[in-house]
């Protein structure tokens, strides 16, 4: 008998933070470091009487995620309510447009286990509120069992995206590419801030597994991943569970499961699923966006970093590796982008940015928006370097300098005593003349011919290019220092 | 003549004219209150302890008495839709409708009764007891709103406000013989309206004579934008006019509802009206509304239950209201709260609603009720293009006694068939007076209903028939 294969069949659900100042039914804030419960109002509190009004900047910002992952916007949607009871529901359902949403059919392409492109479809991105957070003191953090619950209501009506793939992602490793991409894209939109730190992105997958007998597993649901290491290691240790189950004969339920990060093991929810048809919400009006908004939103979408990669290699010349790594973020490119237009040469600019200015960034732990160097004053150095009025070294400490004293660039030269072209003329001349004089028995050695090997020029030679601070040309050096020695 | 005897034009003048003070006029309906309340019984929470200022003493209501139903949210104040669910919670907020009220002068007297959460025609569930009929206080004041038309019938205040969501100000201001307006779908802002039915409910006048609500009608028809179902167009004109005519109107008996049979003095005022319509021009013709008489209850029935369930979600007692501290876990906390705070039949419209909307069910029930709508929606488009107004009881019999209600709770159902079809087309209805039955005593109203918006021009049409049948008296409240 032949061994049994087993493909794994997943989609993904993936929640996204809309980038608003307000909520998504109300005007309180969305400011994610307001002290508890202070950033709330009759209607994000549910209490009785209030009724919700969406806030359009979260649709506009729910469109141009959708636009991102190249979605179409839908003319018509809707809005339901989302029954079931939880104290982090203020109104015992949540508003959502699950069933008619407001842009639909993209996708996101990915690399399959052949390196090939292959497009993961995202069957719609529908807007709906957060919950609110809650905080409980039984060890496992959960409400079950905890002798106190706390509830920060801040977050409720927090404005959301949820982005629901179609089953075709066949790895764990095509599901975080498909998510590193699709937080890379909503940010260049300004969607989102996708922050997977605080929260603003979070994952759900549906794992099955269709075995080569015939065999096809149920879909289990696995939630409560927040970063993209979750991510993967739910779905390796979810296809792993599955198959075990199905070698062995046995069947897979379908449930919801919750992934436990510390333990590293998914356990079925112990609680149940309250399923029930949506009512529409009659509180809220169909949302209808006509052509003109459309227009206005689609003039607001930023170039996709695919696109923009793909330009970077075929108009500058930069290699797909350095495209990608400049396109990751936004302004990182944009910065690029910039020194380039300032007038520094592609492919160096390109070099610059993405080993020092990432380097120095990573080290000083600041997004390049809070960056001293301008861009234009980077295409300065990478210029002074081209035009040989700076090596490459001497521009690298200097740019050390700038960064670290937060100093301008002819600051930065004068502090380390650099002349720009160089050390050359009569000033290397000069050099060279101190050095054989301080040296005399070298000199007399070079002069009587025992210097067969060049040893003692050699040491000469290293001892003017160290009083010349590194500034002279090495070919000047040889040259001038010949001449000096046949006087 | 008492001071609390005046509708809100003569009040409201009185007081502009400095023929008596706005605290004269408190005195008095706050007199008039203490004299009565205790046959009637219409307050849940009274405010009138101390005179209260009025806050534009230049408005329109400046220093007018008012009561609001308990579904009206009132900042500070507490407000309970006759449910126990909501214990003494007070509002952090005004609801808009009585915040226009305020801003226009008028000053509160209080919360007055319902059944709880607007469920209910008799005015009979609710957690603070039954309210009495001010015309004869063994009968039942009608419902939901039945607080806020008994104390504009016993004279406690010129006018008050009510919510309809399938007949709640239309069938108790005809029970207790004063002009009761629920107004089109979208004309008065919901915000602050504890919700029963969102897509039916709307916020409407009471008063004792057509030129007041078209005054209140003037001041609550304001856009706001914290409803989204709020229309936005200019203010319509609501302005009294004396010279308003109905002549070559076209007034509407609907044909399905001819074979129900009404008693007699509904039947002898539906007579009586016709005739006072037709001197004064207009012209009685027919519509058919096959769709309407036939599915218009159990659409209803159908949507409000399963919003109601949804709209009732919230009161779990983390928040606010009634809550219990030693229950075991959230869930023994939920079904301890709910279990008591809850009366019976709010407690079987939220069971009703859940299996309406329960998957195996939803496309059956709540979907299919929706797609009725829409027919009933259309069926009162085209009969408006066959009349103006369409003329119609509010209810097929006079007010019952209290205790006396029917054991077949269906049936309390079926007579609202008259009032719910105007909620679930979003269009204005209009309770009129028509005089006094001569066996009973009692009150009898009918009911003039119009195309969407149409509601001044209902409110024109009533005060000719205001004019010829005569304006309802203050009920003696039970006392002799």
């Known amino acids: ?116 492109l292959k497009k993961i479809r995202v069957n719609h991105l529908h807007l709906e509120e957060d919950a609110a957070a809650m905080h409980h003191s039984a060890s496992d953090g959960r409400l079950e069992g905890a002798s106190t619950s706390y509830v920060d209501y801040n977050r409720a009506g927090m404005p959301l995206g949820e982005i629901v793939s179609e089953p075709d992602i066949s790895s764990s490793a095509e599901a975080v590419e498909y998510a590193m991409n699709l937080q890379r894209r909503v940010r260049y939109a300004g969607a989102s801030d996708a922050d997977l730190d605080k929260g603003m ?86 949302l209808i966006v006509n052509q003109e908004w459309i227009d206005r939103v689609t003039a607001m979408m930023p170039e996709m970093p695919d696109v923009r990669a793909n330009r970077y290699v075929h108009d500058m010349g930069l290699t797909q590796e350095a495209a990608d790594i400049l396109t990751d973020d936004k302004n990182t490119a944009d910065y690029f982008e910039a020194c380039v237009k300032a007038g520094a040469n592609p492919v160096r600019a390109a070099n610059w940015v993405r080993t020092e200015v990432l380097r120095v960034l990573n080290e000083m732990q600041k997004k390049i928006s809070e960056f001293s160097i301008k861009p234009e004053v980077l295409a300065e150095i990478v210029r002074r370097v081209d035009d040989r009025k700076l090596s490459t070294t001497q521009a690298k400490e200097v740019f050390d300098y700038m960064c670290a004293n937060d100093s301008g660039l002819d600051d930065a030269v004068k502090k380390l005593g650099i002349t720009e072209g160089g050390v050359a003329g009569n000033a290397l001349v000069e050099i060279i003349a101190n050095v054989i004089k301080a040296n005399p028995d070298v000199l007399a050695e070079i002069q009587s011919g025992k210097d067969t090997k060049g040893k003692k020029f050699k040491f000469l030679q290293g001892l003017v290019m160290k009083e010349s601070k590194g500034q002279a040309k090495p070919q000047e050096v040889v040259e001038a220092l010949t001449a000096a020695l046949k006087q | ?215 209140v009608m003037s001041v609550l028809a304001q856009y706001d934008p914290m409803d989204s179902s709020c229309f936005r167009e200019k203010n319509p004109d609501f302005t009294h006019n004396e010279d308003a005519s109905i002549k070559g109107k076209r007034i509407a008996l609907v044909k399905e509802f001819q074979n129900f049979t009404l008693d007699a003095p509904i039947a002898e005022a539906m007579k009586k009206t016709q005739k006072v319509l037709e001197n004064n021009g207009a012209v009685i013709t027919e519509v058919s509304l096959p769709v309407v008489s036939k599915y218009a209850v159990a659409c209803y029935y159908a949507l409000a239950m399963s919003e ?58 709540y979907v299919a009720a929706t797609k009725v709508r829409t027919l009933i929606a259309q069926e009162f488009i085209r009969a408006f293009g066959e009349c103006d107004f369409i003329l119609q009881p509010v209810t097929p019999s006079l007010p019952h006694k209290i205790g006396e209600e029917d054991e077949d709770a269906m049936k309390g159902y079926e007579t609202d068939l008259y009032t719910l079809p105007v909620n679930l087309a979003g269009l204005p209805g209009l309770s009129f007076f028509t005089g006094y039955d001569d066996a009973t005593k009692l009150p009898v109203g009918l009911q003039l209903i119009g195309p969407r918006w149409s509601d001044s021009e209902i409110l024109n049409a009533g005060m000719i028939l205001e004019r010829h049948l005569g304006s309802p008296k203050i009920a003696n409240g039970g006392v002799k």
């Open chain 1, 1 to 116: 008998m032949s061994e049994l294969t087993f493909t794994p069949v997943i989609g993904i659900e993936i929640h996204i933070r809309l980038k608003t100042d307000t909520k998504i039914f109300c005007a309180c804030s969305t400011d994610t470091d307001a002290p508890a419960n202070t950033n709330i109002c009759p209607v994000c509190m549910g209490l009785p009487g209030s009724l919700p009004r969406l806030n359009h900047n979260v649709v506009e910002k729910g469109m141009l995620a959708g636009m991102a992952l190249h979605c179409t916007v839908q003319p018509r949607s809707l809005f339901f309510r989302k029954s079931y009871f939880y104290p982090d529901l203020p109104k015992g359902h949540q508003i959502s447009q699950c069933d008619l949403p407001v842009v639909a059919d993209g996708y996101i392409e990915v690399h399959d286990a052949e390196g090939k």
């Open chain 2, 1 to 215: 003549m008492e001071l609390y005897e005046l509708d809100l034009y003569e009040a409201s003048k009185g007081i502009k004219d400095k023929k008596f003070s706005p605290k004269e006029l408190f005195e008095s309906c706050k007199k008039r209150i203490d004299s009565c309340e205790d046959k009637i019984h219409a307050f849940i929470t009274r405010t009138d302890g101390t005179a209260p200022v009025t806050e534009n003493p230049n408005g329109i209501f400046a220093g007018v008495p008012t009561v609001l139903k308990d579904n009206l949210c009132t900042n500070g104040i507490r407000t309970t839709a006759a449910s126990k669910i909501l214990g003494n919670w007070k509002p952090p907020y005004d609801a808009t409708a009585w915040k226009y009220l305020r801003e226009a002068g008028a000053v509160l007297m209080g919360k007055v009764n319902m059944d709880e959460f607007a469920m209910g025609n008799t005015c009979g569930n609710s957690a603070f007891g039954p309210t009495h009929n001010p015309n004869d206080i063994s009968r039942v004041p009608g419902g939901s709103s039945g607080g806020s038309a008994a104390a504009v019938s016993a004279g406690y205040v010129p006018f008050s406000l009510g919510s309809d969501t399938g007949g709640s100000i239309r069938q108790p201001a005809s029970y207790c013989g004063v002009y009761g307006m629920k107004p089109t779908y979208g004309m008065v802002s919901r915000y602050g309206l504890i919700s029963y039915g969102s897509s039916l409910d709307q916020i409407g006048p009471f008063a004792r004579t057509i030129r007041d609500l078209q005054l």
């Open chain 1, 201 to 286: 992105m979070r994952f759900d997958a549906n794992v099955s597994l269709k075995c080569s007998d015939g065999r096809w597993g149920r879909k289990v649901e696995v939630k409560n991943m927040n970063s993209f290491r979750a991510l993967e290691r739910a779905i390796e240790f979810e296809i792993k569970r599955q198959k075990k189950i199905l070698q062995s004969g046995g069947e897979v339920l379908q449930e919801t499961r919750h992934w436990n990060d510390a333990k590293g093991v998914t356990t079925a929810s112990r609680v149940k699923e309250f399923y029930r048809k949506f009512i529409v919400e009659p509180d809220l009006p169909p």
């Open chain 2, 308 to 365: 109601a369930h949804t709209n009732l979600e919230r009161y779990d007692g983390v928040r606010y209201g009634y809550t219990v501290n030693d229950a075991a876990g959230i869930k023994e906390m939920f079904e301890r709260v709910r279990s008591y705070g809850f009366g019976s039949e709010v407690k079987s419209r939220i069971i009703a609603g859940t299996c309406l909307t329960e998957p195996s069910r939803c496309d059956e029930y």
